[in-house]
């Protein structure tokens, strides 16, 4: 029988040193200007949801009435520390001779490539089920990639 075990990361101190920052420069520019609060609000609350999940590649948030994108009202700093505990639970499954599912939910960057590349690079044979596999056809995809030695499957 095989087990999947959702693994919980906590966000560690740099990311939500991080998420402070961003939430309280938001925070600030919705309480202190009418006017642009209603305009950044879906901006705000993107960023805030997204940022635990995916601390690297957001966007700068942009003064949406005064639009100066060379001073905006706040630029994330990219942290990976999700990678590095991913890396690092990857590294002791396969020494054990386990093969590792990793079940990406949000995909407003390119999480799978980035994780395929970082993986790759540390010699693990990994592959990405992609939406053009039909549905009909991923269980022998799946079984193919794994009679090859896959170690990590996205």
């Known amino acids: 029988m095989t087990w999947v075990i959702p693994i919980e990361l906590s966000l560690s101190d740099e990311v939500k040193k991080e998420y402070d920052r961003i939430e309280n420069a938001l925070v600030s520019i919705m309480r202190?200007?009418?006017?642009?609060?209603?305009?950044?609000m879906s901006k705000y609350l993107?960023?805030?949801?997204?940022y635990p999940?995916?601390?690297y590649n957001q966007d700068p948030v942009i003064h949406p009435i005064y639009k100066d994108k060379e001073n905006p009202i706040i630029t994330p700093r990219d942290t990976?520390?999700?990678?590095?505990?991913?890396?690092?639970?990857v590294e002791r499954?396969?020494?054990?001779?386990?093969?590792?599912?990793?079940y990406t939910n949000w995909v407003r960057l390119d999480t799978q490539e980035?994780?395929?590349?970082?993986?790759?690079?540390k010699g693990y044979?990994?592959?990405i089920l992609r939406v053009n596999i039909p549905p009909d056809k991923r269980e022998t995809w799946v079984e193919d990639k794994v009679r090859k030695g896959i170690d990590v499957l996205i």
Do not use: F, H, Y
Request: net charge positive.
């Open 114 to 121: 980035k994780l395929k590349n970082l993986l790759s690079e």
């Open 93 to 102: 499954k396969v020494k054990n001779g386990e093969r590792v599912l990793i």
């Open 46 to 50: 993107q960023l805030l949801s997204t």
């Open 125 to 127: 044979i990994t592959e």
């Open 80 to 89: 990976s520390e999700k990678d590095l505990a991913t890396l690092d639970i």
């Open 32 to 40: 202190n200007n009418r006017k642009a609060s209603q305009k950044i």
């Open 53 to 55: 999940e995916q601390p």
